[in-house]
């Protein structure tokens, strides 16, 4: 099933999201719907609250930013790298912070260069309740970070300078708005 994704302006995305108690939902249906939802919006990760759900979940499938690459420009950390973080906790970012261009499916049309580390430590489940902690780097990370950040209230738009903010706030309220055009399902507030 494939959901609609909530724009920027819906209060569900800026809200702390809650654990997930073991058996209290389908998480495998769940997680499965959340990949086929991503994509068909082209995205490499999805956090439950941009279907509008407020529980700590979120699914990555970074293999896509691969493709077509020339083989000295693969990101290694992208190799296999499509997993469901159920209740996930990071322990650590670690590693010199590098920039990069990143967009959210939430907040279509618009991008900017967020810093962030390039090492996660991070403490999760799977779909099948099985316990990890790892370390991920590189692109992976930054998916990571990115998704994590959506679970915590926070989006990638908090992290831009003062600048950028300044020059995207007009496309903001239009998203609000309900006024973008997206090759995807959106679900807008009435």
Known sequence: ??????PYGDPVLRKVAKDIEPG???????ADDMFETMYAASGVGLAAPQIG???RLFVVDGRP????????DIDTSLIDFK???VNP???EETGEEWGFEEGCL??????GEVWRPEYVKIHYFTENWEEKEEV????????????????EGILFTDHLNVVKKRLIKNKLTDITRGKVSVDYKMKFPR
């Open 136 to 151: 991920f780097e590189g692109l992976a990370a930054r998916i990571i970070q990115h998704e994590y950040d959506h679970i």
């Open 24 to 30: 209290s939902i389908d998480l495998i249906t769940l």
């Open 89 to 91: 906790t990071i322990i």
């Open 1 to 6: 099933m494939i959901y609609p994704i909530i």
């Open 83 to 85: 997993k469901v973080f």
């Open 53 to 55: 759900k407020d529980i």
């Open 65 to 72: 930013m691969n493709e077509g690459e020339e083989d000295e």
């Open 106 to 111: 939430s907040i279509p049309g618009i991008r």
